[in-house]
């Protein structure tokens, strides 16, 4: 849900704020037209903290998402569990059990 917007920031910036209903925490996104951005590819992703990332995982692969890398089951076994999966344009989210 958009919770604020600028068109214009003192710097000349775009800012959006995004928040989910009940959650304390927001996400702001800005945009700038002359701002060069270089990001190495793998890091060009978000995150997302889920409980039980088996649990969670075994649901999206019933409802026909793909987990990636294949063998993430076995490459993250103990310590922090990680998986992921693309959105429906190719965008990769990364899922950490929290």
């Known amino acids: 849900m958009l919770k604020s917007r600028s068109e214009k920031s003192p710097a ?10 009940g959650n ?4 702001e996104l ?5 701002y060069e951005l270089n990001v190495p ?10 409980p039980d990332l088996i649990a969670f ?9 793909e987990i990636w890398p294949g063998d993430w089951r076995e490459t ?3 310590g922090r569990k ?5 959105d429906p344009d190719g965008y990769e989210i990364e899922l950490l059990e929290r």
């Open 12 to 21: 000349g910036n775009q800012i959006c704020h995004l928040e989910l209903p």
């Open 82 to 86: 990680m998986a992921f999966v693309d």
């Open 57 to 65: 995982c075994d649901e999206l692969e019933k409802n026909g998402l």
């Open 30 to 34: 800005t945009y700038s037209d002359d």
């Open 41 to 50: 590819e793998d890091l060009m992703h978000f995150a997302i903290g889920v």
């Open 24 to 27: 304390e925490h927001t996400l």
């Open 76 to 78: 993250f076994p103990t």
